[in-house]
């Protein structure tokens, strides 16, 4: 369970410890679930500087100056994969972290293995901050590596 923002950037910040070159992290969750509350957490566990903010009008930003580039991308007026891969990204995907806001069922071509998060808010508690939190990994890599996650008690992996 998270119960705070500042718990869900904590999150992100362990996440982003066992990322590696050409990952893809897909987000799932409501509207207001803390997505890109938690890429700012991923953002600043690689070293990006600068603001984290939603590219929900833009579609896509990369964020330079971390351990890996980080592009962020919200799929949510996204058909598919094809217009993912229409986005001419600034960064190669095969030397940066993409994590994919809305991209449950749109984007997990874009690679072998990636790292599925879904976050939800308890029944009932619409309005407050805590939020469930699943890590599905997809490979054995993602599941190596999640067993490896540094301690925190905010996520569960399945």
Do not use: C
């Amino acid at each position: 369970m998270v119960q705070t923002p500042e718990q869900m950037r904590a999150l992100g910040a362990r996440i982003s410890t066992v990322t590696r070159p050409g990952d893809l992290i897909v987000l799932a969750g409501p509207l207001g679930a803390g997505k890109t509350v938690l890429v700012q957490g991923i953002a600043a566990g690689l070293g990006v500087t600068g603001p984290v903010t939603s590219p929900t009008f833009v579609l896509a930003r990369v964020h330079t100056g971390g351990r890996l580039p980080l592009v962020h991308v919200d799929a949510y007026r996204l058909g598919g994969v094809a217009e993912v891969d229409d986005l001419d990204l600034d960064a190669d995907t095969d030397v940066a972290l993409t994590v994919v806001e809305w991209g449950a069922g749109r984007v997990e071509q874009l690679a072998q293995e990636h790292l599925r998060v879904d976050i939800d808010r308890p029944e009932g508690d619409e309005e407050g901050e805590a939020r469930h939190v699943r890590l599905v990994p997809s490979g054995p890599g993602w599941s190596a590596r999640l067993a490896g996650l540094p301690a925190g008690n905010a996520a569960s992996a399945r």
